[in-house]
């Protein structure tokens, strides 16, 4: 018999890649049924999963008996949340996912992966305290270890996907483009095509639970300075596209004020500390060796993905 597999924000980029992966994995698919959980069940992307045979259920993350019907009869589940962009969401979004692990259990399930963050107060040394969603995160990590579940924390690092927009090249209008951020040109971040690769890792993880039960996984393909970046994406487009580093208080004159601290602050993280702290090539190291086959690299993802600066 069949276990059922509940995949939180099976229409995003994260839940839909596991999704994907294990519907065509020749042993996951035949070990567990999909249940994908998305707020709207009517929206195009869900009614494509349910023409794929997955069991689609809407819910609400501010909603616990709506969580918990979702979680009925669940063996294992994949979570992830949406992160809140708003002063003051860091007991809403500890809360939303503090529900999850709590239906998980009620519901009997084995076995979670949570979709983590580091949390940047801790990682900056109290320096950085305002990136809400990103301490969030690890609390609810801090959770889910004291509850009677098998868990695996995964950390997916920044995704190649955002070169469509916050990395996206801007024209200087002499033919050439810029990429300008908060980051120096040598500040080296790790890339992931999370839409191409999360199930790589999930996948695994859910073949092995017990090896991978209590670990913290980084993923991504690997580190990639912000100069290789641009470079990569002059040898795919054809176009000379250049890094420009913003300085700290024009970088933050840009940012909305109801939550531009937050996103400064984050960046700020990502430049100063790194995504993955101070053991991040370590971690990385390891965490890739945990992914199931061949992951993509960032100038494979722009060849599949053409990226028109026209």
Do not use: C
């Amino acid at each position: 018999m069949s276990k059922l597999l509940v995949v939180f924000g099976a229409t995003g980029n994260q839940g839909g890649s596991v999704v994907d992966f294990v519907l065509n994995h020749p042993e996951l698919s035949k070990q567990y049924k999909v249940r994908g959980i998305t707020r709207d069940a009517t929206n195009p992307k869900a009614q494509a999963l349910e023409q794929k045979g997955v069991e689609v259920v809407a819910a609400d993350f501010d909603d616990d008996e709506s969580i918990k019907k979702a979680l009925e009869g669940a063996n294992a589940v994949f979570a992830t949340t949406v992160s809140i962009l708003e002063r003051g969401a860091k007991e809403k979004a500890v809360n939303q996912g503090k529900a999850i692990a709590d239906a998980a259990v009620a519901a009997g399930a084995d076995y979670i992966i949570w979709s983590t963050i580091p949390n940047a107060t801790k990682g900056s040394g109290g320096k950085l305290v305002n990136v809400e969603f990103f301490d969030a995160r690890e609390l609810v990590d801090e959770y889910i270890r004291t509850l009677p579940i098998k868990a695996t924390f995964w950390r997916p690092g920044a995704f190649m996907q955002n070169v469509v927009d916050f990395w996206r090249p801007r024209p200087v209008g002499d033919g050439t483009y810029v990429v300008a951020g908060l980051a120096y040109p040598d500040t080296e971040v790790p890339l992931i095509d999370v839409v191409g690769d999360s199930g790589k890792w999930i996948g695994s993880f859910l073949l092995n639970p017990d090896k991978y039960d209590g670990k913290t996984i980084a993923s991504a393909t690997r580190f990639y300075t912000y100069t290789e970046i641009v470079e990569t994406i002059s040898k795919v487009t054809g176009k000379t596209v250049k890094y420009q580093n913003i300085p700290d208080e024009v970088f933050l004159s840009f940012l909305p004020p109801s939550y531009g601290v937050m996103l400064y602050e984050m960046n700020l993280f990502q430049r100063d500390f790194g995504a993955f702290g101070e053991k991040g090539k370590e971690a990385l190291e390891l965490g890739a060796a945990a992914a199931l086959g061949t992951l993509t690299t960032f100038e494979e993802y722009l060849k599949k993905n053409p990226l028109n600066l026209d």
